[in-house]
Nanobody, 126 residues
Framework: QVQLVESGGGLVQAGGSLRLSCAAS????????MGWFRQAPGKEREFVAA????????YYADSVKGRFTISRDNAKTTVYLQMNSLKPEDTAVYYC???????????????????WGQGTQVTVSS
C-alpha cells in the first residue's frame, strides 16, 4: 500500500509561485509514474502534469504548460510541482497520484492511477 502526502499549498497573489511536494511511502517509488491533478469547486478533477518513473519524460496539460514544472527525487521518494505565474483559475485542491501498474509511460487519466493523496489547497487571489 502506497501512502501519499501533499504539502506546500497556500494563498498566493496572481503572478506568484508555489512549490508543491508529495512524499510517498510504503511502496517502490521509483517504479511508479507519478501525476498531479486538481479539482476546483463544482468541477471535475483534471489532469495537470505527469512524470515517468525515471523523471526523463514529462507531460503537461495545455492550461499549465510553460508555467508549471513537475520533477521527482527518487532517493527522497518525493514528487514536486513548481507553479509559476499563477492565475486565479489555478485555484483548486491539488492531488498527487501514483500508478503502480505502469502500463503506460505517462498516464494522464484518473483511472490510470491507483493511489491518491489527500490533497492540498491552492488559492490564487486576483
Amino acid at each position: 500500500q502506497v501512502q501519499l502526502v501533499e504539502s506546500g499549498g497556500g494563498l498566493v497573489q496572481a503572478g506568484g509561485s508555489l512549490r508543491l511536494s508529495c512524499a510517498a511511502s510504503g511502496g517502490t517509488f521509483s517504479s511508479y509514474p507519478m501525476g498531479w491533478f486538481r479539482q476546483a469547486p463544482g468541477k471535475e478533477r483534471e489532469f495537470v502534469a505527469a512524470i515517468s518513473r525515471n523523471g526523463v519524460i514529462k507531460y503537461y496539460a495545455d492550461s499549465v504548460k510553460g508555467r508549471f514544472t513537475i520533477s521527482r527525487d527518487n532517493a527522497k521518494t518525493t514528487v514536486y510541482l513548481q507553479m509559476n505565474s499563477l492565475k486565479p483559475e489555478d485555484t483548486a485542491v491539488y492531488y498527487c497520484a501514483a500508478d503502480d501498474s505502469a502500463v503506460v509511460v505517462i498516464p494522464t487519466t484518473r483511472d490510470e492511477y491507483d493511489y491518491w493523496g489527500q490533497g492540498t489547497q491552492v488559492t490564487v487571489s486576483s
